[in-house]
């Protein structure tokens, strides 16, 4: 008898039956108690820092501090916590005009004002100036050259003012976690610096991803490390990170040494969010979790790449991602034209940007498992880059052949979130 299974696709639900003997497992993120008091929790991490002095100790009045935080595209409940790092810095002498908000954009657009009210909250707006770096036009000041030989290039707002990085902890495909150093490099950093740092994505050998990155990979990871780097001539002198659960709440906050507790942070996630599997699926069905995190496929590819760490090579994958906005990055499309001419890998090696990467990267997945992308995408968009694209629920199911006898699947309700970790059986 067929068991039936339910997920999300926009702002709706799929239905759909499966063979249970079929399913191997469905992956979940652990129950997780989301922080109930964000601000008694917030006062004990500045007063209890990891590797770090008390929060006290380190700031003083006379002191221009500047609070880099994250964009719009990376809402992190900063507003939740953000009031309590200020009004610390207020109870020390140091009053609100010796307190800038610098947003790390990155490569990405500036924001509007109701956009920045979002982000720490409408009493900061009307407080605290907001300045939004930009990685063309922003004044910017070299601070060294990493190991790698990254020029670092940053904005002038972190050299000579005391630094406090905000942000979220997330599992990233390139750089292993997003947040922490992350902050500085891209964050705030010029556009030649960025590009020559995300370089390290690609193989300096063979056209192809460098082996050494993808997600939750800090261990000799270039793009990682070399970010490190450029966060040491900044040394911060405090960060407070967010980790945010499936349901959008606080599920865990860390504060103290920008590296160490960062690095706590990321331990905890991949305990939290990583999900074992005994084995990788012939086919593997994964939901992004539904709006916003299927809002585009710039944001679901993050549900593909974890998908393609479930499954077998020569399987299959199929994405549920309604992608109401499109590709979510304008270039995005755009490079199915060198991949058209077979210059894919020299062109972004030439001009690397993140979408760029991005759309590089699931190229790649389409080559090793075939990919059926459930969108409201036209599917001659995607077709170039080897993904079945369809519209209707129905054909997906079809295409991705679920009633098929004799293989094995895996679920994924909330493929974005929950990273499936491969445990080698022993013997």
Not at 3 to 28: A, D, R, S
Not at 337 to 362: M, Q
């Amino acid at each position: 008898m067929k068991q039936e299974y339910t997920l999300k696709y926009g702002e709706g639900y799929h239905n759909f039956q499966l063979n249970p003997e079929n399913v191997i497992q469905k992956l979940n993120a652990k129950d997780i108690q989301p922080v109930e008091n964000v601000e008694k929790e917030l006062e004990r991490i500045l007063d209890h820092p990891v590797d770090s002095e008390p929060f006290n100790n380190l700031f003083q009045a006379g002191d221009k501090v500047t609070i880099v935080v994250s964009d719009i595209t990376r809402l992190v409940k900063l507003h939740e916590y953000l009031p309590g790092i200020v009004g610390r810095l207020n109870s020390l002498g140091i009053p609100d005009e010796d307190i800038l908000i610098l947003t790390a954009t990155g490569t990405h657009r500036g924001q509007t004002p109701e956009e920045q009210k979002k982000i720490v909250g409408e009493d900061l707006f009307s407080r605290l100036e907001i300045v939004d770096h930009d990685c063309d036009h922003s004044e910017m000041v070299e601070v060294g050259t990493t190991p790698r030989g990254t020029v670092v290039v940053l904005n002038r707002l972190v050299v000579d003012r005391k630094v406090i990085l905000t942000g979220g902890i997330v599992h990233h495909l390139m750089a292993g976690f997003g947040g922490g150093r992350k902050s500085i490099l891209p964050g705030v950093a010029s556009r030649e610096t960025i590009a020559q740092n995300h370089l390290h994505s690609l193989d300096p050998n063979a056209q192809r991803s460098n082996p050494l990155i993808g997600v939750g990979a800090l261990i000799d990871n270039p793009l990682h490390e070399d970010m490190v780097d450029a966060a040491r001539f900044v040394n911060p002198e405090f960060l407070v990170n967010s980790i945010i659960h499936t349901d959008g709440r606080i599920a865990r906050l860390v504060g103290g040494h920008w590296l160490k507790a960062w690095e706590e942070g990321c331990g905890w996630a991949d305990e939290n969010y990583g999900v074992p599997i005994e084995g990788q699926a012939d086919l593997v069905i994964a939901s992004c979790g539904g709006f916003p995190k299927d809002i585009s496929l710039y944001q679901s590819t993050k549900t593909l790449f974890n998908a393609s760490l479930a499954v077998k090579p020569g399987g299959t994958i199929l994405v549920l991602a309604e992608c109401r906005e499109g590709a979510g990055a304008e270039e995005f499309f755009g490079w199915n034209a060198p991949l058209k001419e077979e210059k894919l890998d020299p062109e972004l090696r030439r001009n690397f940007t993140i979408p760029g990467y991005i759309f590089y990267a699931a190229v790649e997945v389409a080559q090793k498992a075939k990919v059926v992308l459930y969108s409201t995408i036209d599917p001659e968009l995607v077709k170039p880059m080897g993904l079945i694209g369809v519209n209707s629920f129905a054909e997906a199911l079809e295409l991705a052949q679920v009633d098929k006898e004799d293989q094995s699947i895996i679920v994924m309700p909330y493929g974005g979130a929950t990273i499936p970790l491969l445990q080698f059986k022993k013997g």
